[in-house]
């Protein structure tokens, strides 16, 4: 597949002027990726696609705040086969949820309900609705039994249903759990959440996204499949029994995807979402804030998740993550606001690993591009590792601490576990941090059947306090 990478031509006109000037306002210009990146991207993509034998992929790239490269890899469709082009929707999944998430934080901005209130006050007759909130139902911590737990469609879900007949059956039932004393994923919650948006809102939870979100962030391409199969011109989703061939996957029956996980884009529209995220501009500060901070248990065990996405640290790095899963296709959407990263990646068959498999092969290496490590700092501790192998070494390049450490023992044990391991298959330096006025650094050595880790401090003078290496 040729690559595609867009760049802006001087305009000509001021009808020209003014689609650039919207476009910058929006934060979608496009960044340029260095060639070596892309192809690396290329690189990953293709090979997970082999490995797992999913069809196709569709990805996008945000570094620096903007669309930085959009590309599509395989088949759309297998049958006649048709490749996969940038331009392809496919359903988001369970992400659809940060957008219900945030029209819920927009209503609560505009003072028409709180994220405190009880969910009785919007939905009679559920469950111990008067003592679930709605922050409790958007952090799957409310008790309320998930309606799809399972990777392939059961027989009932091929029917027809209404988010009312969704909740009379599974949020009337006695709950799983007490509120806020677990976290249990479930769909039925955001069901719930999407009935609460239309009650306030007066208006279809679709067309209330349309003019407070997608509108604004120029994101045309999003269609809802809650009640229809996205049409021909887009990708077919798949399954597959065990590791036999792929199948075109049964489309779920209308009404079940409604606010859980509904939605179908481009991966550069689910980008511009996240451009929006990064630069915090659909919604208040403090509602971001609302939405990326992990909810805590009432025995204060953290979550993991905020409303509506996951919320982690990854090597130091705060990630707002969220996969997707429905019939035949399985997103994987990643955010690092700190550093204005994030990964779409769109896939068209379910039960599969190979979307969140490319994101997070794509952060780490969008990741290492934005921090590389110091060629000559990494041979310096290349070359204290060739010499502990032979129990030796230099002496000025460590504090007096690290002298102490070293004492004869020490090197002589050193030598006799490392020596014998031989010269590594590959000696890097995977992350570093800041602890105790020190530089840390981590390097992972492998070998053909062994791993080692290396746990390096470094002084501001750029002696070594500390350099123990333990099997990973």
């Known amino acids: 597949m040729p690559i595609i990478h867009r760049t802006y031509r001087q305009p000509a006109t001021a009808c020209a002027l003014l689609l650039l000037a919207v476009s910058l306002l929006h934060g979608q210009t496009e960044s340029a990726l260095s060639p070596q990146l892309r192809s690396s991207i290329d690189d990953i993509a293709n090979q997970v696609l082999k490995t797992t034998g999913v069809p196709s992929a569709s990805v996008a790239v945000v570094q620096d705040g903007k669309i930085a490269y959009v590309q599509a890899y395989g088949a759309a469709k297998l049958d006649p086969r048709t490749?996969?082009?940038?331009?392809?929707?496919?359903?988001?999944?369970?992400?659809?949820?940060?957008?219900?998430?945030?029209?819920?934080?927009?209503?609560?901005?505009?003072?028409?309900?709180?994220?405190?209130?009880?969910?009785?006050?919007?939905?009679?007759?559920?469950?111990?609705?008067?003592?679930?909130?709605?922050?409790?139902?958007?952090?799957?911590?409310?008790?309320?039994?998930?309606?799809?737990?399972?990777?392939?469609?059961?027989?009932?879900?091929?029917?027809?249903?209404?988010?009312?007949?969704?909740?009379?059956?599974?949020?009337?039932?006695?709950?799983?759990?007490?509120?806020?004393?677990?976290?249990?994923?479930?769909?039925?919650?955001?069901?719930?959440?999407?009935?609460?948006v239309e009650k306030i809102a007066g208006m279809p939870l679709l067309q209330f996204l349309s003019q407070r979100l997608f509108t604004p962030l120029a994101m045309t391409s999003v269609a809802d499949t809650n009640l229809n199969k996205l049409p021909p011109t887009d990708p077919t989703g798949y399954f597959k029994y065990a590791l036999g061939p792929p199948h075109p996957a049964p489309k779920e029956g209308k009404g079940w995807m409604f606010a859980a996980g509904e939605l179908a884009m481009t991966a550069e529209d689910l980008a511009k979402w996240d451009i929006a995220m990064i630069n915090r501009t659909v919604l208040k500060p403090a509602s971001y804030r609302e939405m990326e901070t992990e909810v805590v248990l009432k025995n204060g065990v953290g979550t993991n998740y905020g409303l509506g996405v996951f919320v982690r640290n990854t090597n130091g790095h705060r990630v707002l993550e969220h996969g997707g899963e429905v019939s035949g296709f399985v997103a994987e959407n990643i955010v690092m606001p700190d550093d204005k990263i994030a990964i779409v990646v769109l896939t068209n068959q379910d039960a599969s690993e190979a979307a969140s498999g490319i994101g997070n092969q794509v952060r780490a290496l969008l990741l290492n591009a934005a921090n590389?490590?110091?060629?000559?700092?990494?041979?310096?501790?290349?070359?204290?590792?060739d010499g502990l192998q032979q129990g030796k070494i230099d002496r000025s390049l460590f504090t007096d601490n690290a002298n102490f450490y070293f004492d004869e023992q020490a090197l002589k044990d050193y030598a006799s576990s490392l020596g014998p391991l031989g010269v590594p298959q590959s000696f890097s330096q995977v992350r570093s941090s800041l602890r105790g006025g020190m530089t840390a650094r981590i390097y992972q050595v492998k070998y053909p059947n062994q791993n080692l880790v290396i746990i390096i401090y470094e002084m501001p003078d750029g002696k070594i306090e500390q350099y123990q290496i333990a099997e990973q």
């Open 372 to 385: 590389p490590n110091d060629p000559k700092q990494d041979a310096l501790m290349r070359q204290v590792y």
């Open 83 to 196: 490749p996969a082009t940038p331009q392809m929707r496919y359903s988001i999944g369970s992400i659809s949820k940060q957008f219900t998430a945030a029209a819920i934080l927009l209503l609560a901005e505009e003072g028409k309900l709180s994220l405190d209130d009880p969910v009785s006050k919007y939905v009679p007759r559920l469950t111990d609705g008067d003592q679930i909130t709605i922050r409790q139902i958007l952090s799957h911590t409310s008790g309320y039994q998930d309606f799809w737990p399972q990777d392939y469609v059961p027989p009932l879900m091929l029917k027809p249903i209404t988010a009312q007949e969704i909740m009379d059956r599974w949020a009337k039932i006695p709950l799983d759990f007490q509120p806020g004393t677990k976290w249990q994923y479930s769909n039925t919650n955001y069901v719930i959440a999407g009935v609460i």
